[in-house]
């Protein structure tokens, strides 16, 4: 089983290989929770980056995208990458 550093750390990679270094220059821990996705015993792992999408004014903010990541606890694989839509508060 992996542990929840060993799967932070193989998230963070596939985030880094699937959405290159310009967008996870300053990626942030934010969740992580135990979860069984489609019977299969997962950590999710919430992962924040500056949001690449608005400029100017709204990212010198500090506005952030958030995406979730399903890594399975028995090998460390990643099974998915998701957007993480916040609630406005």
Known sequence: MVT???ATQNAVEFAQASLGPERTENLLLE???S???DGVDV???TLSMPDSHRGGLTNMLGRRDYKTFAVVKSTGEVLSMKIREMSKA
């Open 4 to 6: 929840i550093r060993e």
């Open 31 to 33: 969740e992580i929770e």
């Open 35 to 37: 979860s069984i996705e």
């Open 43 to 45: 950590w999710r792992i």
